[in-house]
Nanobody, 123 residues
Framework: QVQLVESGGGSVQAGGSLRLSCAAS?????MGWFRQAPGQERERVAT??????????ADSVKSRFTISRSRANVKNTAILQMNSLKPEDDAMYYC?????????????????WGKGTMVTIST
């Protein structure tokens, strides 16, 4: 059972920045972040693959968000730096991890989820 511990999130004005971090208790094939706004489906924001460092970004966040990994202290940590935040980024953000092969492209393929952290954008 992989444990995902999230940190970061909170409230910020439009145009501001936030940083999300997710530490996994063991190796993951890929990690990343999905988000879900009220009444909407959960959507992939950004994911990164451990072996290739391949990254994916949703079109809506390209050039504003950056995902990276840290293996300090033998923990697998995914970091999402979010800049130039917009009201449409307002959502609950969930850390996601997959331990087997395949793809992290949809929520149905994810093996483990974090509890979620709220990102609130004010105007």
């Amino acid at each position: 059972q992989v444990q995902l511990v999230e940190s970061g999130g909170g409230s910020v004005q439009a145009g501001g920045s936030l940083r999300l971090s997710c530490a996994a208790s063991e190796y993951t094939y890929c990690m990343g972040w999905f988000r879900q706004a009220p009444g909407q489906e959960r959507e992939r924001v950004a994911t990164i693959y451990t072996n290739t460092e391949g990254k994916f970004y949703a079109d809506s966040v390209k050039s504003r968000f950056t995902i990276s990994r840290s293996r300090a202290n033998v923990k697998n940590t995914a970091i999402l730096q979010m800049n130039s935040l917009k009201p449409e980024d307002d959502a609950m953000y969930y850390c996601a991890a997959k331990i087997g092969g395949g793809s992290c492209d949809t929520s149905g393929r994810i093996d483990y989820w974090g509890k979620g952290t709220m990102v609130t954008i004010s105007t």
